[in-house]
């Protein structure tokens, strides 16, 4: 036995030996063959060198050694280069442009000190009417014979407090607007104050003149300037606050950061705008993620803080929502317009390790007091060419500080790695005179009183949803026309004040406030099906095809008691929008429920009424969403009214 097991050991050691060997001559030899190919290589160079260069026609390219560079960590290896200007703009202290005249513009310039004038000339005029009226003769055009107004003190361009009466007068003096349309519908685009449009105009004037100058000096001096400005209006730091050209750009540069993988969850609510939607939906896909998207029935939109509740329930049936990254939450809803208690539900997502990312599209001059910081959010972004009147193209982007470093634009440029400014100041060439000309827009405002403009508005829409309620369901409308309630009246009064806002109540004026009085929004037999309202409508695209049930009338428009929604929060916390929800009142039998009616209604008064206001299609009826801004007037709504009741049956 032991003999057998030496011849086997014997055996395949001489076989381990043999393949040793073999292995060893193989490796010489291909060694050696790679040396003897170098050195006939170097050979043949020196050859080379030595002989003539051959014909023309003959001559061989030698192949080009490579020549490159390999970055294996680019975070640390690669080196942008910065533009100097585009350095010297991100490092600017907005404080230091203030006595800077060269990017200023003068209409700008003249404006102000009209305003200023204004002022100075009211107060002088209050002092001369308190010292008597008894000495009119020859006293001249400026004595007691009511004076010369705010408006006439500044060359009718000057805005006192109290200097412009809203409606028509303000429509002429202060925006572009068609005299000819009844515009219900600043919702979706806003519109322009003149001043903020002939801004743009002179800073694009600027720009063809000399366009390199203006691109890296001009413009960006002016950005920085029109940033910290907004940022000032909404109560922000300029530190946290950049521009982007809208609502949806800001919520792409968000999620576009966001740091997903599979197993995490994203959370919206069935009434977030359908862009931001799909948004979530691309980002989500991309990463492997899952969508909570939480349900608000009709309790929910009538009743805005029981959003809260529908949350918290949404999360606990999910195990809690821990694993939530960001949750989007909306200010104001587009559509049905709903004001959300914000703080409270950015408190619940808080709670649950979220970050949130508020999108108040239309919060800047719809919202009163607002405060960006305050709601305790990572990331809110508003618009400034909705309620903030600015010229198109123009939306801010805040973000909590520690939340600046791993945000980033979408679209990268000269300004990677310049820090949370310097990366959005510049995202390669662009016309930025849209967000040249917010501080245009913002001085108007300012002029006009913010507070003011909201209070009409809010006072304006509620009367107008009221009266449009009560004349479409065939009621006796003797009682008195738009906006002659004594309700009505108590809150144009108020508005027109020094600045203090009224009560909720007065605000709410014609029993539409679903805070303060939320059962007298009478609701038909439709009942509260969660999910019907499913997309905004109006804002960019006025009439969707894809809002609420598609189906046929249900029996809650049939009723005569028509449902009003929109509004929500507290006036003194900042819930009162310029825009509600009406319900229309059945229309004669060619015309449904559905999407496609909702359109041809639409189109119907856009182009045989003059009538801009977006008809959507929601539970199982159509639907208008009425706005107010300060150059609409009660014959607006009236001819709404009329028109409507010419299609009914």
């Known amino acids: 036995a032991m003999g057998g097991f030496s011849d086997i050991a014997r055996h395949f050691g001489l076989k381990a030996a043999y393949v040793l060997a073999a292995w060893g001559l193989t490796r010489i030899f291909s060694v050696g063959r790679r040396h003897l190919i170098r050195q006939r290589s170097q050979r043949g160079q020196q050859d080379n060198q030595g002989r003539p260069a051959p014909a023309a026609e003959t001559r061989t390219v030698a192949k080009a050694t490579p020549r490159y560079k390999v970055y294996h960590n680019s975070n640390s290896d690669w080196k942008p280069s910065n533009p100097k200007w585009l350095q010297e703009a991100a490092a600017l202290d907005p404080a230091e442009l203030a006595t800077d005249l060269s990017w200023q513009c003068p209409l700008l310039i003249q404006f102000q000190a009209d305003v200023a004038g204004a002022g100075r000339s009211s107060l002088q005029q209050q002092q001369q009417q308190q010292q008597g009226l008894s000495s009119n003769k020859g006293g001249g055009g400026a004595g007691g014979g009511g004076g010369t107004s705010a408006g006439d003190a500044t060359g009718g361009s000057g805005l006192g407090p109290a200097a412009v009466s809203f409606g028509r007068r303000a429509r002429q003096q202060l925006f572009a607007l068609d005299p000819d349309v009844a515009y219900l519908n600043h919702g979706s685009y806003g519109a322009a104050f003149r001043l903020a449009l002939e801004t743009q105009s002179w800073y694009q004037q600027q720009l063809e003149a000399q366009p390199v100058r203006f691109m890296e000096t001009m413009a960006l001096k002016g950005l920085v300037w029109a940033v910290a400005d907004a940022a000032r209006f909404v109560g922000a730091s300029p530190h946290d606050v950049v521009p982007v050209i809208n609502a949806t750009s800001a919520i792409n540069a968000v999620l576009s950061s966001l740091p997903l993988r599979r197993g995490d ?15 979530l939906a691309r980002v989500a896909a991309a990463a492997g993620a899952s969508i909570l998207e939480v ?47 914000v703080s409270e539900l950015v408190t619940v997502c808080k709670q649950v390790g979220a970050r949130v990312l508020v999108d108040g599209a239309h919060a800047v001059g719809n919202v009163p007091r607002l405060q960006i910081p305050s709601f305790g959010a990572d990331f ?14 123009a939306a801010l982007l805040w973000a909590a500080p520690e939340q600046h470093a791993a945000l980033r634009p979408v679209v990268t440029s000269h300004g990677y790695r310049l820090g949370f400014r310097g990366e959005f100041l510049w995202q390669g060439t662009a016309d930025p005179t849209a967000w040249l000309a917010v501080p245009a827009a913002l001085a108007v405002l300012r002029a006009l009183g913010p507070e003011r403009v909201v209070a009409h508005n809010a006072a304006l829409v509620s009367e107008a949803a009221a009266t449009l309620r009560r004349r479409w369901e065939g009621e006796d409308i003797k009682r008195g026309g738009l906006g002659d309630s004594e309700a009505a009246i108590a809150t144009r009064e108020a508005a027109a004040g020094s600045g203090a806002v009224g009560d909720r109540r007065e605000a709410t004026a014609g029993g539409v406030g679903p805070h303060t009085n939320w059962k007298a929004l009478r609701v038909g037999a439709g009942g509260t099906t969660v999910g019907s309202f499913t997309a905004g409508a109006g804002d960019d695209h006025a009439g969707r095809d894809d809002v609420g049930s598609s189906g046929g009338r249900g029996r809650g428009a049939a009723s005569s008691q028509l449902l ?36 041809r209604v639409q189109r119907w008064l856009r182009y045989e009424r003059n009538i801009e206001v977006p008809v959507v299609a929601a539970l199982g009826s159509l639907w208008v969403r009425i706005s107010a801004q300060i150059y609409n007037e009660k014959m607006d709504y009236e001819k709404l009214g009329d028109s409507i009741l010419t299609l009914r049956r």
């Open 564 to 599: 009003v929604v929109g509004g929500g929060g507290d006036w003194e916390e900042g819930g009162v929008a310029g825009m509600l929800a009406v319900q229309l009142p059945p229309l004669r039998p060619e015309y449904g429920c559905t999407s496609e009616d909702a359109a």
């Open 265 to 279: 969850w994203l959370l919206m609510f069935n009434t977030t705008y359908p862009a931001v939607k799909s948004t």
């Open 295 to 341: 349900q608000l029935g009709l309790d929910e939109l009538l009743r805005p803080e029981l959003t809260v509740d529908a949350l918290k329930a949404a999360l606990d049936a999910v195990g809690g929502g821990r694993r939530v990254r960001l949750a989007v939450l909306d200010h104001v809803i587009s559509f049905p317009p709903v004001v959300l208690p």
């Open 380 to 393: 809110y972004t508003t618009n400034l060419h909705k309620w903030g009147c600015s010229p198109k193209g």
